[in-house]
């Protein structure tokens, strides 16, 4: 158990819906990064918060949105879902930020139908 | 850009027979280097890491040394076991990207059979 917590584990919904998927990092990390494993893209980074702040984005698509919140939470919106969304999301935390180990999260696997 | 490239597999042994999964990196900066597992059914475990060139990570019988002159971190186990079955990632973490996001080579899914 790394203790980065998900909810939920599994989703289910249609396309053009909104879902929020939820993460919680390990005690005392202030640094949280999202995640999108797919079979034709394989693992690649969407975002990074640290202490509430957006400190990095990567491949996330404009319909993508994230927060963390001052409980050092965080949440990923995905809005006006396609079947290409379908996909493992994972949240993964670290200390800083600044090069040290991330630990993640058991992941959200989300299928559009 | 910063890019992993790990061996395709997927990769089938023997219980007790040796384990290399090589992996190659390209970075702007000084990376860290990671091995992560995926279980079936599961999230990723780091597995072992190294942050500086000659560094050895080890950890439940891997290893892997960072080999700056070669842009390598090669995976090696010199017995697996049927536990040992799972999913590899090589990844890199490197500061030229702006952030420390993990780069993430596709995996090389392992199976040992008894």
């Known amino acids: 158990d790394s203790g980065v917590t998900q909810t939920p584990k599994h989703l289910i919904t249609a396309t053009g819906q909104r879902v929020t998927l939820r993460c919680s990092p390990r005690?005392?990390?202030?640094?949280v990064y999202w995640y999108q494993q797919s079979l034709d893209q394989g693992l690649q980074f969407l975002i990074q918060?640290?202490?509430?702040?957006?400190?990095a984005k990567g491949n996330i698509l404009e319909r993508f949105s994230a927060q963390q919140f001052p409980d050092l939470h965080s949440e990923l919106n995905l809005s006006s879902l396609e079947l290409g969304d379908s996909a493992l999301y994972f949240c993964?935390?670290?200390?800083?930020?600044?090069?040290?180990?991330?630990?993640f999260g058991p992941g959200t696997r989300l299928t559009v139908l | 850009g910063n890019s992993v490239t790990q061996m395709e597999g997927p990769v089938t042994l023997s219980e007790e027979a040796f384990l290399t999964i090589n992996c190659t990196y390209t970075?702007?900066?000084?990376?860290?280097l990671f091995w992560y597992v995926q279980y079936p059914g599961e999230g990723l475990q780091l597995l072992l890491k190294?942050?500086?060139?000659?560094d050895k990570g080890s950890n439940k019988g891997f290893e892997a040394t960072y080999r700056k002159e070669t842009t390598s971190f090669h995976l090696e186990k010199g017995s697996v076991q049927v536990s040992d079955s799972a999913v590899y990632f090589c990844a890199s973490s490197d500061s030229g990207a702006g952030s420390y996001q993990l780069t993430f080579g596709k995996g090389t899914k392992l199976s040992v059979i008894p």
């Open positions: 918060y640290y202490n509430g702040e957006e400190r």
């Open positions: 970075a702007t900066g000084y990376p860290s």
């Open positions: 993964a935390s670290s200390v800083s930020g600044v090069a040290d180990t991330q630990y």
């Open positions: 005690s005392g990390d202030l640094s």
């Open positions: 190294a942050t500086k060139a000659d």
